[in-house]
């Protein structure tokens, strides 16, 4: 199993983590400058269908997502591994940390939906991590077409296609954002690209829904979200590591 030692005294990081916290080893991650938060639900020791009322941050800034509507604690959710369970039936969803002012990003979610494509739009949901104001601002993951519509980190919402692998099972889903740059990725292979792009980074984010109540039917088992682009190595090192782990 993964761990993480609890010696944070080496770490020095900024409001945003822009350096490396050298007080933290054992996890990819938490060794990567620019983290902003990460939640490894297996680091809740929750009892199986406990409420799970607040996402705790453990990279070192401290930054929790709060429940407005808990999902349930799923002990072998992904892959074997804790997750977080989504109920569309219940609108389970979170308030990520403030992410306005930032310049660039990067996020990975490990997550597998109930149905590919879902019955209804209503169970299309993942989050709110966009400042679009188009006519359609939400993000379908996926949609009843099978595609994912996302707009994460940017003004526009982006088609990023009909994935190759079915989201009934596990993946790594990564979105990285910065100016005429946006990309998604699937168990790191680049799902959609463009060199159009404009940063849009949201005060009060959401995780399992979107803007417009599209909530997530199926499971989160962990979350890590940067404040810069990664370089292609770090990337490989985080995504080979979830996938190790959650696929």
Known sequence: MLKRT?????GVLNEYGS??????????PWLISGLLFAYDIATLGLAEGANVTALKDTGPNGLGARAIVPGTYAKAGLNNTP??????????YYYLPNMAGLTAGE????V????DPPPTTARTGLWDISTSTEGFPDTHFPYTDNSIY????????????????SMTSPIIYNVSSATNSWTARINGSVQHTTGTNTVGFPSAPLLGKGRNAFSLDGYIGFVA?????????????ITDELMARYV
């Open 225 to 237: 979200m940067f404040t810069r682009v990664l370089t292609t190595g770090e990337r490989t090192a």
């Open 112 to 115: 597998k939906v109930d149905s």
């Open 83 to 92: 997750a977080v369970r989504f109920h569309t039936s219940l609108g389970s």
């Open 19 to 28: 350096t490396v916290n050298a007080g933290v080893s054992g996890h990819t």
């Open 107 to 110: 996020i990975f979610i490990a």
């Open 150 to 165: 996302d707009g994460a980190f940017s003004t526009i919402r982006k088609n990023a296609g009909n994935p190759t692998p």
């Open 6 to 10: 609890s010696d944070r005294s080496r």
